[in-house]
């Protein structure tokens, strides 16, 4: 059974940092792996599209990777501004067309 | 290019009613998933739509019901409703890439 885990579940940091998100899944068989972001009470955004067959993605200060065989995906955030905060959750793609999530973890950018 | 919408935002049902959510997908898109999300988790997958029929199915009960519409808007169903079914209420379209649009959400609180 797929399980992703997100650690930590909340992190606070100053502005201009740079910041690494961590999601771990326990099933190497994925079709891919998605970040979002979620606001509170919103909906969700999608950040980064990864497939199976890649190694990362890239999309302005953000940066996803994907490493299957230890089950780990990293989203980086380079410059982080407080307009970065919210949470961030990571969902695994199965070839049965549903998504695994994780719980996410809720980023707060203090000026 | 309108995004997911999903109808209504807010609503409030008594236990033992039977509500009703809508979503239209993003433009181009033929398939609609549904997801339930409580306060703080992850979303959870209800079910999936494409031409019109349910491809696939979490772990939801009966009581959750869908349908698609030749357009490819969607409905879910929720009868008999419990305290416990009080959630955000997430429609989402896919594009062929396999990446996931989310609309804005419907929050049931159920009193």
């Known amino acids: 059974k797929q399980e992703v885990t997100q650690i930590p579940a909340a992190l606070s940091v100053p502005e201009g940092e740079n910041l690494v998100l961590n999601c771990s899944f326990t099933?190497?068989?994925?079709?891919?792996l998605q970040w979002f972001r979620q606001d509170p009470g919103k909906g969700l955004t999608s950040l980064l599209l990864i497939q199976s067959s890649q190694r990362e993605q890239t999309s302005g200060r953000l940066n996803a990777s994907l490493d299957k065989s230890s089950g780990r995906s990293t989203l980086y955030i380079a410059a982080s501004q407080p307009g970065d905060s919210a949470t961030y959750l990571c969902a695994v793609g199965r070839s049965n067309y549903q998504l695994i999530w994780g719980a996410g973890t809720k980023l707060i950018i203090k000026p | 290019d309108a995004g997911v919408t999903q109808s209504p935002t807010h609503l409030i049902k008594t236990r033992g009613q039977q509500v009703t959510l809508r979503c239209s997908p993003k433009s181009g898109h033929d398939t609609v998933s549904w997801y339930q999300q409580a306060l703080g988790q992850g979303p959870q997958f209800i079910f999936q739509y494409y031409e019109e029929e349910e491809r696939q199915r979490g772990n939801f009960p009966d009581r959750f019901s869908g349908h698609q519409f030749p357009n490819y808007s969607s409905e879910l169903n929720v009868n008999a409703l419990l305290l416990g079914d009080s959630a955000l209420y997430l429609c989402?379209?896919?594009?062929?890439?396999?990446?996931?649009?989310f609309g804005e959400g419907s929050r049931l609180t159920v009193l």
């Open positions: 099933d190497s068989a994925i079709y891919n």
């Open positions: 989402a379209s896919e594009s062929r890439a396999g990446e996931l649009f």
